[in-house]
């Protein structure tokens, strides 16, 4: 009898892996697949039994990979697969929408980035992470997981302390909160309007194998979408430390041209329009297109830099390599002060404090 092919899966408060892979294993086609028990397995101690042959494929997020990529290397092991995110936007948990916030209401985030695109969309808002929020209320709760921290938020909201506070769908369901739930969505109703790119990594599982592993073996559990995703959030950020990431947004996705020329019409947008046109002006429509959206954002939410592009699958790589040296080019510039063109100017402060 062959032996089964061994996957450990390292779940986190907001991707449960466990259930995704479980729901996979019980197609008949996965049969030759077997999910270990892996409650008690850190990173350390799985990606040393991959290495050791134990296992075969670890499944775990891009998140918990980051800054580990050397240790990983040492084991001799490499991410050869990813699965697309099913569910990258957070959710606010609240009686209203957004917009129909009363003025300085009280919204608790624990995500830096997501506190300044709240500010960014209504600045009259009181965005507090928990830390701050526990600090202005002279409180001392401690939670031992992410499940308290958030089931205590939840009771906060519901006594009235605070007006809404933002959570992972994972975790709402688990919970089973019955509060209203508004998603941040990456792309605007109107033109113009707020939006939320996704935190990096968000929801993304990769697949990590032995470098001596044949392709094969994830072949039917992998995606072409997922693995895109993977490759240029690893080539853009996969450098970058904890702070530097926490003020960074990020979507990749992959899109059909029929959908882009929708939008661009949509939003009377030329420069979407052209990215779907070769040379010669024809309509690439045989040909997947990949987009890639980035913010940096200031503290109080003013001030936004962003860049985003519209590429052909088959060029992602060059053009992801390019669009690093542009990103870099812009936080250069815009972070810089102003130089006067005259001594009868004003000096200027720099457009963004990347630092703040």
Known sequence: MKDKIKIVTLDTPNCDITKYINNLLELEEFSEFERINSKKLD???SIKGLSEGKYDVIAMTGQQLHGKELDMLQYECHVSGAITPKRPNML???ENKIGYQPKSAIILCDYKIIRRQLRRTRSDLRVLSTEA?????NLEK???????RVAWMEEERKIGKIDGFITSKEIFEKLKLDGRRHTLLPDPKN????HFLPIPYSDLIILLTRKSSPKSLIKRITEKEGETIWWIQNQIIGSLGNEELSNISILVRHRKVK???????KYKDLTMEQACHDSEGEVLDSEVHVEIKMEKISKNGKRTVGIHRIIPYSKFEFATISLIRD?????????????????????????IDLDE
């Open 327 to 351: 990103w870099e080019v812009m936080l250069r510039e815009v972070s810089q002060d102003v130089p006067k063109d005259s001594y009868y100017d004003n000096s200027a402060t720099a457009f």
């Open 43 to 45: 990173f350390s101690r």
């Open 191 to 194: 033109g113009g309007d707020y």
């Open 92 to 94: 606010l948990i609240s």
């Open 133 to 137: 929020y526990q600090s202005i209320c």
């Open 142 to 148: 401690k939670y031992s997981n992410e499940f308290e």
């Open 259 to 265: 959908s882009l020329m929708e939008e661009a019409e």
